[in-house]
């Protein structure tokens, strides 16, 4: 019998995608050819807004700005966990102006925000898991940020190592599913061969309950999700987990961000996690 699950209610901070297209390659997902329908990728990005609202989480907004397509990944800008920011800096050069935005608006809103030293892309390769910070490291977040993630923080900082390209930041290739405060107990979603063996072999000892993808569902942006702790909000292309998911007695809210894959991303992406 899957056990009943509990959400809590989350801020989230998103990026209207305005001015979201694909203009530069920056990852195997990306290609000028395959042009953005802009107005579906509006009404898609609209549907998951509602669907968060819809399930109480607050959203907050950053002003969309023109010439950053990618700024829609919202993921990307910041790790906060405790009220305490951790800004990015970005591989890309095309990405860089978008640390000052998100910065701006967090400073706006009472934050002081740390300015990583190295390489980093904020959730995009740092997912807080009960009594650790998971990093991932093998494109963009580079591993001496993980030391700086560790020592500002003070939360003890798993380096993972990825190795695939098509799973390029480690919120493509794995999400948390629960956490309990009290404890510091999580579990996870992951795919395990976007991971060097090293890594794997972490995760398998860290996570023994652990939700085992799939390549097509990894590959259908499925472990880029949102768990709230009881409803998971995941791509409806990725079956095979949604059918494990409901097994384990979480509730998955499919919604299709199939214009965003085209940019490399999805639903957590454009989600950032602002946590009090
Ligand atoms: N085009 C963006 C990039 O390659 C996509 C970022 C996706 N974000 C994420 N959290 N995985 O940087």
């Not at 098509?166 to 948390?176: I, P, Q, R, S």
């Not at 061969?193 to 996570?207: H, I, K, N, Y």
Request: aromatic residues 10%; proline residues 7%; hydrophobic residues 40%.
């Amino acid at each position: 019998m899957p056990t009943s699950r509990e959400s809590r209610p989350r801020r989230y901070l998103v990026c209207e995608p305005r001015h979201f297209e694909v203009r530069y390659a920056i990852n195997p997902w990306m290609r000028a050819e395959a042009p953005v329908d802009a107005a579906l990728a509006g009404q898609q990005w609209e549907t998951l807004m509602r669907a968060y609202r819809a399930h109480g989480h607050t959203v907050e907004h950053v002003p969309p700005v023109a010439g950053l397509p990618d700024m829609v990944f919202a993921a990307n800008s910041a790790l906060v966990v405790g009220g305490r920011v951790f800004g990015s800096s970005f591989h890309a050069p095309q990405r860089r102006p978008e640390s000052t935005e998100y910065e701006t608006w967090f400073k706006t809103a009472g934050y002081d925000v740390y300015r990583p030293e190295s390489l980093c892309e904020g959730e995009g390769d740092l997912v807080p898991a009960g009594r650790y910070i998971l990093a991932g490291t093998g494109f963009r977040t580079a591993r001496a940020a993980h030391d700086e993630v560790q020592e500002f923080f003070g939360v003890p900082t798993i380096g993972l190592q990825l190795v695939d390209p098509y799973f390029y930041h480690l919120d493509t290739a794995l999400f948390v599913l629960e956490e309990d405060a009290e404890t510091g107990e999580a579990n996870v979603a992951y795919y395990p061969e976007a991971f060097s063996s090293g890594s794997r072999e972490v995760l398998r000892r860290l996570f023994p309950q652990a939700v085992i993808a799939t390549r097509d569902d990894a590959m259908a942006f499925g472990l880029n999700s949102v768990s709230d702790g009881r409803q998971v909000f995941i791509a409806p292309q990725a079956t095979g987990l949604i059918d494990q998911l409901t097994a384990r007695g979480y509730v998955p809210v499919p919604v299709d961000l199939s214009e965003f894959r085209k940019a490399g991303g999805g639903i957590k992406c454009c989600t950032q996690e602002i946590r009090s």
